[in-house]
Nanobody, 126 residues
């Protein structure tokens, strides 16, 4: 059974850090392009970061560039999103995603992904 299971969300103060994890099962994550998306209440789901299966240079949305880092550990079949210098506007449900159809680093469309995690809430507030 193909599955992506996320963890690591929570409540953090502005300026703080969180690391989201997304464990894959039923397929080898190393052969897939991966991405992170987020969805704030009442808004559409938007891409945050992505990287192709060849693990070239990752792509970041302008709003998170310099603060977030996408990575993967193929041995653990897990992907990560390290989030630093968090701001209240980063508050959202965060989703991980994977796809065999991604051939470039920039893959910010939800239609480009085959598998999705269930989402984890990140709240940035004092």
């Amino acid at each position: 059974q193909v599955q992506l299971v996320e963890s690591g969300g929570g409540l953090v103060q502005p300026g703080g850090s969180l690391r989201l994890s997304c464990a894959a099962s039923g397929f080898r994550l190393g052969y897939y392009g991966i991405g992170w998306f987020r969805q704030a209440p009442g808004k559409e789901r938007k891409g945050v970061s992505s990287i192709s299966s060849s693990d070239g240079s990752p792509y970041y949305a302008r709003s998170v560039k310099g603060r977030f880092t996408i990575s993967r550990d193929n041995a653990k079949n897990t992907m990560y999103l390290q989030m630093n210098s968090l701001k209240p506007e980063d508050t959202a449900v965060y989703y991980c995603a994977a796809s065999t159809r991604i051939t470039t680093a920039q893959a910010m469309g939800t239609y480009e992904y085959d598998y999705w995690g269930q989402g984890t809430q990140v709240t940035v507030s004092s």
